[in-house]
């Protein structure tokens, strides 16, 4: 509860909007950027785009009014060497607080204005010039200058309160702030070269902590009681040869080494604890579906938990075409809770599990997560406390290696590699001028091949926030009645009945359905083969990563896929992206290009809550990497309780026991 004079009930609400609710939430709310006014600069060596602090004699200011009715006030500064103009909207009051003919302070960023350099809404008064001032993530009715008179008046209480995390010996070794000093200059920095110092400090703080539980779980899995071991004796062995050696293609180099180290696992009485990531079409299920095997020849089930209903239908089925003779059971919300697997299968299953665990615990072996962070964080806590210490995790994410160092340094990984067989879809950048002429291509195609498409919008409904961003449910409207009148569309949401979910996919798999007008749902795990168009509408409202996820939904028989992106975003930085986007197909690329330029909370997009909250490092920063674990290793070599560091949540591909 945060109890600081000045903190009225009001403000206490509007704090919780931005998840602050203890004096520490308040202390770590830090700048998202920061604005440089501690440098006074002559006005004619200004240039566009700067931070500057000038100093001048007012020249004029008054008050007008545009033809559509604005209320604007400029004026102008003028010293030595030159004048600046100033600006202000709706501030009409301005004209009794300043006096033409004083000299005054301003502080703000020079901008063109009708060819004039201007400073639009300019600081003035001791609060703001000469300094560095913070920008702070904000709330209706909590500003960035309402934060900083805050911490004007409390931040020395603030850090007082908190506890050095770093012995002295290795604040010295490496050159690192206190905390507490760290904590007083990231709100209120003297001088740049400090808050370089503050934030090296803080975000080594983040990346310790992380390093720190994934140290811990890993200590912690190692102590788990031995799960069921499995055997693999001549007649396993042989059996297990005969079902690789019946499939309709032959195992990957990359497959053969993760399945030959995922089996190790399975055979050794230290539970399995494995993360197997592959990009698109690189084969994990089969992967899995070999240890499932394995469980059931050693007399024990498996189960397969999938994040979603359609997913699980799709691994239903194509097990059954791998183990025609293997009893599978298919456990979603709509099975009858009289319905029991039957000893020795493979359960493929929804979070339903979690309610039906009395039914399916005994005699399991095996737990195969697909996509385990598309649960929720309760969920996966559930899951791994209930069910039995061997567990294989699948994700088709693809994870740079500077999240491998810290998140899963305690999981062991096994990776695929494309299949050499592999086509990746064509993929196109298409400009709003060009949309029109890419719906008829679509069309043409569709009615020519007797193909389909998925057309994806970012979300369900139109938000008042986001009128230039399709949804779902109105673009559904518009194509059905303007665009493709004489097809055959669906709409697919999450918010759309699982029966009825059901239903559409089952008429989409048999063609009876042309267009899939739908959400990022069916992101991860969908294949239709007869599915070979992609239009992904606002493309840019995407991570890369997302993207090259939908992208893998077509293009999976045998025609080629393509993929259209469109948008109509003007935004420089949006367009490089995209384009860098449509001439790669590495996912491990893109998601590294991606964490670069946009950092590990948008990359990972629906992904983003089951990474940790870090609010100053960069994931992708090696230099902070290799630093923050010589600093894990000396705090180990000196015997320091590593479970006193503080504690980021790992959400992610995390299994405690």
């Known amino acids: 509860m945060i109890t600081l004079k000045g903190i009225g009930p009001a403000s206490i609400t509007k704090l919780k909007r931005l998840h602050l609710v203890t004096p520490q939430d308040l202390l770590y709310h830090f700048p998202r950027r920061y604005l440089d006014f501690s440098r006074h600069t002559a006005i004619n060596r200004l240039v566009p785009g700067q931070n500057v602090t000038v100093s001048g004699k007012l020249t004029s200011l008054k008050n007008i009014y545009t033809k559509t009715g604005k209320n604007i006030q400029i004026g102008a500064l003028a010293d030595q060497t030159g004048s600046l103009g100033l600006m202000w909207f709706a501030k009409p009051y301005l004209l009794k607080n300043y006096f033409i003919g004083q000299n005054y302070l301003f502080a703000g960023t020079t901008t063109l204005v009708s060819g004039r350099l201007t400073l639009i ?149 230290t539970p399995a604890n494995r993360l197997l990531r592959g990009d698109v079409g690189s084969g994990k299920t089969i992967i899995a579906a070999l240890a499932c095997y394995l469980a059931h020849l050693n007399k024990t089930s498996s189960l397969i938990v999938a994040p979603t209903t359609i997913l699980c239908h799709q691994h239903y089925q194509n097990l059954k075409k791998l183990f025609p003779r293997l009893p599978l059971f298919l456990l979603t919300r709509l099975t009858k809770k009289a319905d029991i697997p039957p000893p020795s299968s493979i359960i493929i299953a929804t979070h339903t599990a979690l309610s039906r665990q009395h039914q399916i615990s005994q ?92 057309i994806v919008c970012p979300f369900i409904d139109t938000s008042p926030e986001l009128l230039d961003v399709k949804s779902v449910t109105q673009e559904f409207t518009r194509l059905s009645q303007e665009v493709f009148p004489t097809l055959k569309l669906g709409l697919l949401h999450s918010q759309i009945k699982p029966k009825d979910r059901e239903t559409l996919m089952t008429d989409f798999l048999n063609n009876k359905i042309n267009i899939l007008v739908t959400t990022p749902i069916i992101e991860v795990g969908i294949d239709i083969a007869n599915a070979n168009i992609i239009v992904i509408q606002s493309a840019e409202r995407f991570g890369l990563a997302q993207l090259h996820q939908l992208r893998g939904r077509v293009g999976r028989g045998e025609s080629p896929g393509f993929c259209c992106l469109f948008t109509s975003s003007p935004n420089s930085k949006s367009q490089e992206r995209l384009n860098y986007f449509a001439r790669h197909h590495n996912g491990l690329e893109i998601a590294e290009y991606d964490l670069k330029n946009r950092g590990p909370g948008q990359v990972f997009s629906s992904l983003q809550h089951g990474f940790p909250n870090l609010k100053l490092a960069n994931i992708e920063d090696t230099n902070l990497i290799t630093l923050s674990q010589q600093i894990f290793d000396h705090l180990r070599q000196i015997n320091f309780a590593i479970s006193n560091l503080p504690n980021i949540s790992i959400t992610a591909f995390t299994h405690t026991n």
């Open 363 to 454: 005699n399991l072996g095996l737990v195969v997560f697909d996509e385990q962070h598309k649960f929720g964080v309760e969920q996966r806590q559930a899951f791994a406390l209930s069910l039995p210490p061997h567990r294989l995790t699948m994700t088709a994410t693809p994870i740079p290696r500077t999240i491998s160092l810290t998140l899963l340094s305690h999981l062991p990984v096994s990776r695929l590699d494309p299949r050499p067989d592999y086509r990746p879809s064509s993929t196109f950048l298409v400009p709003a001028s060009k949309q029109t002429d890419c719906y008829r291509w679509v069309e043409k195609t569709i009615r020519t091949t007797h193909q389909q498409a998925f």
């Open 121 to 269: 809404h300019p600081f003035s008064g001791r609060g703001n010039i000469g300094k560095i001032i913070g920008i702070y993530p904000e709330t209706s009715g909590l500003t960035s200058a309402w934060f900083r008179r805050l911490f004007q008046n409390h931040l020395a209480s603030l850090v007082s309160t908190q506890v050095e995390t770093l012995p002295s010996q290795t604040q010295k070794k490496f050159k690192l702030l206190p905390l507490n000093q760290a904590l007083t200059y990231i709100h209120q920095p003297p001088n740049l070269e400090l808050l370089k110092q503050a934030r090296s400090r803080l975000s080594l703080n983040e990346i310790i902590s992380l390093e720190a539980q994934s140290y811990l779980l890993k200590k912690q899995n190692s102590k788990l009681l031995p799960a069921k071991v499995f055997k693999a004796d001549k007649p396993i062995n042989q059996r297990l040869n005969q079902l690789i050696n019946s499939l309709p293609f032959s195992l990957s180099p990359s497959q053969i080494q993760a399945w030959a180290e995922i089996k190790s696992d399975l055979l050794d009485s």
